[in-house]
Nanobody, 116 residues
Framework: QVQLVESGGGLVAPGGSLTLSCVAS????????IEWYRQAPGKQRDLVAT???????NYADSVEGRFTISRDNAKNTVYLQMNNLNPEDTAVYYC??????????WGQGTQVTVSS
């Protein structure tokens, strides 16, 4: 059974930081590209950051320079370090493990709220 479990969300003041974690089980984690998406209320789900199986990273323009994605294959875990958060970062953040168009999995999401 494949599971992706996100954690680390919460309420943070503008300018603050959070680190999200995504722990995977039931897959050959190291071969997957892992992505973080986010979805704000009433909006579409947007790609935030990507890390390939070779640890190549890419970021959405809106988070470039503020967010850092990393992976620890020994722990089957991907992290999203988020710094200098602003209210526009408020969303449910989802982890996505992507191997092929027919082989990909989603986590259940973790809420991030940036508010004073």
């Amino acid at each position: 059974q494949v599971q992706l479990v996100e954690s680390g969300g919460g309420l943070v003041a503008p300018g603050g930081s959070l680190t999200l974690s995504c722990v995977a089980s039931g897959i050959a984690f190291s071969v997957y590209t892992i992505e973080w998406y986010r979805q704000a209320p009433g909006k579409q789900r947007d790609l935030v950051a990507t890390i390939s199986s070779k640890s190549t990273t890419n970021y959405a323009d809106s988070v470039e320079g503020r967010f850092t994605i990393s992976r620890d294959n020994a722990k089957n875990t991907v992290y999203l370090q988020m710094n200098n958060l602003n209210p526009e970062d408020t969303a449910v953040y989802y982890c996505h493990a992507d191997l092929t168009p027919r082989t990909n999995y989603w986590g259940q999401g973790t809420q991030v709220t940036v508010s004073s």
